[in-house]
């Protein structure tokens, strides 16, 4: 039975609040920390003022996030300090992968901070809420409540299952991380990589596809490392688990991301070209485009390797697109290895990517070595965003004038908006009524910008009817244009 249904309606109202930094492994942490929480009477906010529980579930792969984090506490801080002005106690709670390295300095620097706990603790939060709601009141003086061990019991099994936004959930499959890129706090603080027993995430599928879901984003630091069992014993690969996911009815979309290069087996690249549910976007990060610095981030794949990865895919699954990471400025980069990099972007062109300024982190190698020049790093930086950024565009040109399945996932911020995404996680705006949301409709694609599309809901009769927009316009021109022609014209569907 879902948890939310269980909800008891005798306790008094009572407000969570989370902020969530950083991946989509932290957004579903989150999730199922509002899960874990809910029978114990709290419902989520959005305003954390209201909230008696407000936790931080924080990032630590770059250096800001970590500031973020404490500048965040310092304005939460204040609603403690006013809600104690009312008798009203607020728990405060650092989750994450900086609370699970950095425990110990958040509660000195913070102390009003009540729990502390990491990635692999969280589902002990019911009872160390209890425990703190036990202990003295003191504002100033948090419970201190610090849970950050890699704890050996299964997490997996105490957590439940509703998808929070059920149109698209996420599972996790896989945590963890045994490669030990030089410049990557992962394997630090969410451990060695496990992966999760096949017929439970059967399971967990089948349950949100059951309560609505059309998607499902299977999730880890390296997803397809994935070596989960069955009941026998016997080991899946990632690309097993994807056609077994196949199989349930209803289910009409399958993603998974993150991926590492060296992890492409070629039953999953096949997979790419034989299960249909599985979509034509890949995000596979490369990090650089230079073999020398490969190596001395420990990445254990070089530039060929990737190439050749990326053309058995293409061969798989014509349509695919390409999404990955990169960091400039890593110790030791030179111009040439920069050069390669952009090299590398402008031979394979990718729909969309990631891109970071190398950020040293305590306790990984490439932290101790020679760090290069702040302003070469950011001028590289913005030479290779701008690259992107055109490649961007270039891929979302490319739909103008097609029909797209868009996954309808929320209401836009215009009124009678929708937003949903393309098979290629293009964020696509176009008008209609609400009760869409959660279904895949076929949408003209009108125009392309960087970081979206902009289209109509067609049915093949009214196709040649649409209006084209103004090709002058910016992105918001068109969109509010747009929705004042839908007015006129009234939402067809
Ligand atoms: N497992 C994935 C892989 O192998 O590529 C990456 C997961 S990591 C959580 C997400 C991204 O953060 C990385 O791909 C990398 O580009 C970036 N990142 C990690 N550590 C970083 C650092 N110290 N400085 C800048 N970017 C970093
Ligand atoms: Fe970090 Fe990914 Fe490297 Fe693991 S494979 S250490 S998660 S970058």
């Not at 729909?351 to 290069?372: D, L, M, V, W």
């Not at 490649?391 to 004038?401: D, E, I, P, S, Y």
């Not at 996680?425 to 125009?447: N, S, W, Y």
């Not at 970081?451 to 992105?475: H, M, Y």
Request: neutral net charge; proline residues 4%; hydrophobic residues 35%.
């Amino acid at each position: 039975m879902s948890l939310f249904a269980q909800h008891p309606t005798h306790l008094p109202e009572k407000y969570l609040f989370i902020k969530t930094y950083g991946c989509q492994m932290n957004v579903y942490d989150s999730d199922r920390m509002a899960e874990l929480l809910h029978p114990l009477g709290y419902k989520k906010t959005d305003n954390p003022s209201h909230a008696n529980i407000i936790i931080l579930n924080t990032c630590h792969i770059r250096e800001k996030a970590t500031e973020k984090v404490f500048s965040e506490l310092g304005r939460i801080r204040k609603l403690k300090s006013a809600a104690a002005k009312k008798n009203k106690r607020v728990l405060i709670g650092v989750a994450g992968c900086v609370a699970q390295a950095e425990g110990e300095e958040i509660v000195a620097r913070a102390p009003f901070v009540d729990l502390v706990f990491g990635p692999q603790t969280y589902h002990r939060l019911p009872e160390m809420v209890r425990t703190a709601l036990r202990t003295n009141f003191s504002f100033e003086a948090g419970s201190k409540i610090i849970e950050t061990d890699f704890a050996t019991e299964e997490k997996f099994d105490k957590l439940g299952t509703d998808p929070i936004n059920p149109t698209n959930s996420f599972i996790t499959i896989q945590e963890g991380c045994d490669k030990f890129c030089s410049f990557c706090v992962v394997p630090y603080t969410r451990g060695a990589e496990i992966s999760r027993p096949a017929e439970q995430i059967l399971k967990e599928a089948e349950s949100m596809v059951r309560l609505g879901s059309k998607e499902v984003t299977l999730l880890g630091q390296n997803v397809n490392a994935y070596h989960g069992t069955e009941s026998s014993g016997k080991e899946w690969t990632l690309g097993r688990l994807i056609r077994e996911l196949a199989e349930i009815e209803g289910l009409e979309r399958i993603r998974y991301t993150t991926s590492h290069p060296k992890d492409m087996d070629d039953d999953l690249i096949l997979a790419h070209g034989e299960v249909p549910q599985l979509m034509p976007y890949l995000h596979l990060p490369v990090q650089s485009g230079s073999d020398t610095i490969l190596q001395i981030m420990n990445r254990k794949h070089n530039i060929s390797f990737y190439r050749k990865i990326i053309d058995k895919l293409r061969k798989a699954r014509g349509d695919i697109a390409f999404s990955s990471d990169f960091i400039v400025g890593y110790p030791g980069e030179s111009d040439a290895d920069f050069a390669a990099t952009l090299k590398l972007v402008s031979d394979i062109e990718f729909a969309q990517a990631y891109s970071f300024k190398y950020s040293p982190r305590p306790g990984t190698p490439a932290s101790n070595r020679e760090q290069i020049d702040e302003q070469i790093k950011s001028d590289r930086l913005e030479s290779l965003q701008q690259l992107l950024d055109a490649q961007q565009l270039a891929f979302n040109l490319t739909k103008v004038g097609t029909t797209q399945s868009v996954l309808i996932e929320k209401s836009g911020r215009k009124e009678s908006q929708l937003v949903g995404k393309t098979p290629y996680m293009q964020a696509t705006h176009f008008c209609g009524p609400k009760k869409l949301i959660g279904r895949i409709a076929e949408v003209r694609i009108l125009d392309g910008f960087s970081k979206g599309l902009a289209g109509d809901i067609v049915k093949e009769d009214k196709i040649n009817s649409i209006q084209k927009p103004d090709q002058t316009q910016t992105e918001g021109q068109f969109l509010e244009s747009q929705n004042d022609w839908r007015n006129k014209n009234h939402a067809r569907v």
